[in-house]
């Protein structure tokens, strides 16, 4: 299991950092406030504690339902929402939505979302999270509790390393932290891709800032899938390399870590060969290197 999914804390004691805004959190739950608004940057833990917000209140798992606002961003998504918060919970008597990057709602849709969080069901609670507060309404940020969720201080961040067990020298630790910015979340996704390699090329692989880079996990996992039919993952695997962001060297030890652990974590032995593909380094080939590596995995039969 990833390490940013293993290591999510479930109580506000186990989030780490943070101290004033658990706080002003706790005494937000204490007085029933149903609606919350987290802010902050990417991989700092907004999402994590709207979970918490529900594990605090008793809410079961499936009553929890988390909606990227970027899939779900107009006026008809926002009224499935409404209509659904009218139904009687499966499990339970409450159930919560957790709207992530609620900025990309659209104007009409907010204009929406404001009149049902007006008056919520007195069984319903909304989070919303959002690394761009000041793209929302304010009349909608008025019907909330704010919080705005920090990165980790040196200190705080040398306890989340702890938790991982996994023993990396000074060197790693203070460009992890230097490069991550004291994310929580990007800091154990980098950690997942280089736990297995030498210290000089962890520290090549931080530098890049690939390992937490969403297109290049999104192009691992695609390699990895047995469900899609070639072409159909070719098409998709191909837009990702259209637009990757980071260098194709750094992407082939992302996906060399990522393929290690599932074939070592999890006995996924069909993967071996996929691995082979991606054993030699892209110094001359570059970005064709990587488009042949990709293309030979999918479609030629190992």
């Known amino acids: 299991m990833p390490l940013h999914i ?20 706790l005494d937000a739950l204490s007085k029933n406030v149903q609606v919350y608004l987290f802010t902050g940057k990417s991989g700092c833990g907004k999402t994590t504690l709207g979970r918490i917000v529900a594990n605090h209140l008793g809410i079961h798992p499936l009553c929890i339902q988390v909606i990227n606002a ?8 926002i ?35 404001l009149q049902f969080l007006e008056e919520p069901s007195k069984n319903v609670y909304i989070v919303l999270t959002t690394t761009n507060p000041e793209k ?10 704010i919080g705005e969720v920090k990165p980790l201080a040196q200190s705080e961040f040398g306890k989340l390393i702890q938790q991982t067990k ?20 990007k800091a154990l996704k980098v950690l997942d891709t280089i736990e297995s390699l030498n210290e000089e ?17 999104s192009l691992c996992r ?23 962001a980071i260098q194709p060297e750094a992407a082939r030890q992302v ?16 993967l071996v060969p996929i691995l082979f593909n991606f054993t030699e380094n892209y110094f001359d080939a570059g970005m064709s290197g990587l488009l042949l590596s990709v293309y030979a995995s999918i479609f030629t039969d190992n």
């Not at 989030?15 to 004033?20: E, P, T």
């Not at 990895?224 to 990702?240: A, F, G, M, S």
């Not at 996906?255 to 069909?270: A, D, E, G, P």
Request: glycine residues 4%; contains cysteine; positive net charge.
């Open 6 to 25: 293993d290591l999510r804390p479930k109580t506000l004691k186990e989030f780490i950092g943070n101290r004033v805004l658990k706080e002003s959190l």
């Open 70 to 77: 970027a899939d779900a961003r107009g006026i008809d998504a």
């Open 79 to 113: 009224r499935e929402i409404i209509v659904d918060s009218k139904i009687t919970p499966l499990y339970g008597t409450k159930k919560i939505y957790i709207l992530e990057e609620s900025h990309q709602i659209s104007t009409a849709a907010q204009e929406s979302l």
């Open 136 to 145: 929302l309404k304010d009349t909608l940020k008025r019907r909330c509790f």
């Open 166 to 185: 996994i023993k990396v020298s000074r060197k790693i630790f203070e460009k992890l932290f230097a490069e991550t910015e004291g994310s929580p979340g």
């Open 201 to 217: 090329d962890a520290l090549s692989l931080i530098s890049s800032s690939g390992a937490d880079n969403p297109d290049i996990i």
């Open 222 to 244: 695609l390699l990895v899938n047995q469900k899609l039919d070639n072409n159909t993952k070719w098409e998709k695997c191909r837009k990702l390399l259209h637009g990757l």
């Open 255 to 270: 996906i060399m870590s990522y393929l290690n652990k599932c074939i070592l974590n999890s006995n996924q032995v069909h």
